[in-house]
């Protein structure tokens, strides 16, 4: 997701220039990772592309779960979540419709893994309903229990989206 850290290795800079574009990519290379960050590149008024900076990375290789392992902590973690969000309750807040939920650029490109397009978009909808949680009307005990239960489930989704985007590296392994 854009300006979280799951899988940077360093150094500082590299991850700060990743942090900042809100997405980078780590390519592990035998004995040493770079790190390529994208920005705009527009060159007169016609061509519009993507500049890729290269940057040297921690050689130690990044901590990302495999599609098995996130895929499994995301169906814990929405059971958990479902759980605990049932017992606070509070005032009915409504569910948005379909067409409110804004997906796009969501959807992983043609050849990854069936699993991986499932679970990169179980952890779309997921990213949706985290932003859609509202604790108006809540009391201090009920936010904080709201509040914990979607901290767990944010950070099983945004590991679950790196491991669907990791997933076409994982396949060729």
Request: aromatic letters at 2%.
């Amino acid at each position: 997701m854009p300006g979280d850290p799951l899988g940077l290795t360093g150094p500082p800079a590299f991850n700060g220039a990743a942090i900042d574009a809100g997405q980078a990519v780590v390519a592990v290379l035998s004995g040493r990772c770079l790190g390529l960050v994208p920005s705009a590149d527009r060159r007169g008024s016609s061509y519009s592309g993507i500049r890729w900076t290269v940057a040297e990375a921690s050689a130690v290789p990044p901590d990302v779960p495999s599609l098995a392992e996130a895929e499994q902590a995301l169906r814990t973690a929405m059971m958990a979540a479902t759980e605990a969000l049932l017992g606070v309750g509070g005032p009915a807040q409504g569910f948005p419709t379909p067409d409110t939920l804004d997906r796009a650029g969501e959807a992983l490109a043609p050849g990854y893994p069936g699993r991986a397009h499932r679970v990169g978009a179980l952890a779309a909808r997921l990213t949706a309903a985290l932003r859609l949680a509202d604790e108006r009307g809540l009391t201090s005990g009920q936010v904080a229990a709201r509040g914990q239960a979607l901290r767990d489930l944010d950070r099983a989704v945004r590991r679950a989206r790196v491991a669907a985007h990791n997933a076409i590296a994982e396949s060729q392994v």
